[in-house]
């Protein structure tokens, strides 16, 4: 079974563009979390959906936006880029929406903000 | 508030020997822990999880322990291999959903 895929893997983008971050989950598996890594936060949570409705929301400002669609399939958007948006932003799935469903990551999306 | 600590940055071990990592945490609602193991530009990898109706989960050469008293829980990895050096990191869900709460991460090198 295919593991969580994203795309693009890296990104270089300028402050003020935005950008589009795309996460393909495991094969049945209805639930997407995505995750901030900075070397000075860690991982943080940024939002999970289910059945295309979001979850859960971290704190982070609304620049940061994302969707589910029918297929499970997920975007998250950040708009008006700020240097420190330069992250590894990661994608996981899970099968349900359950605590203990395991979160199953992909490789991650490197955003560079110029 | 840091509700999952692992507070060694960085561990070092011989080949063959025991690693063991380190976690605490503070919010006794948690009831599930998860350890990733993570290279440098990929995503981490699930290793193990303990329920905490349990306080001994084993696979293979990786065993987590869980002292709920303590709030404590440990990852043992025997013996260990020079393909073990990563970053560690525990987890914990948030209530009831897909929120993982994440430690800072431990450093693990295994020399040959």
């Known amino acids: 079974k295919a593991g969580v895929t994203q795309t693009p893997r890296y990104l270089i983008k300028t402050r003020g563009q935005q950008v589009t971050l795309s996460c393909s989950p495991i094969?049945?598996?209805?639930?997407v979390s995505w995750y901030q890594q900075t070397p000075g936060q860690g991982l943080q949570f940024l939002f999970e959906?289910?059945?295309?409705?979001?979850?859960n929301k971290g704190n982070f400002p609304g620049r940061f936006s994302g969707r589910q669609f029918s297929n499970s399939r997920s975007e998250m958007n950040v708009s008006t880029l700020e240097l420190g948006d330069s992250a590894l932003y990661l994608c996981?799935?899970?099968?349900?929406?359950?605590?203990?469903?395991?979160?199953?990551f992909g490789p991650g999306t490197r955003l560079t903000v110029l | 508030d840091q509700q999952v600590k692992q507070n060694s940055p960085s561990l070092s071990v011989q080949e063959g020997r025991i690693s063991i990592l380190n976690c605490d945490y503070t919010?006794?609602?948690?009831?599930?822990f998860l350890w990733y193991k993570k290279y440098p530009a990929e995503g981490p990898t699930f290793l193990i999880s303990?329920?905490?109706?349990?306080d001994k989960n084993e696979d293979g050469r990786f065993t987590v322990f869980l002292n709920k008293s303590a709030k404590h829980l440990s990852l043992h990895i025997v013996p260990s291999q020079p393909g073990d050096s990563a970053v560690y990191f525990c987890?914990?869900?948030?209530?009831?959903?897909?929120?993982?709460?994440f430690g800072q991460g431990t450093t693990l090198q295994v020399k040959p």
């Open positions: 996981a799935s899970s099968l349900e929406h359950r605590s203990t469903d395991t979160q199953y």
């Open positions: 094969s049945g598996h209805r639930s």
């Open positions: 959906y289910f059945s295309e409705t979001q979850r």
């Open positions: 919010n006794s609602m948690f009831d599930y």
């Open positions: 303990i329920s905490s109706i349990k």
């Open positions: 987890a914990a869900p948030r209530g009831n959903t897909g929120k993982l709460i």
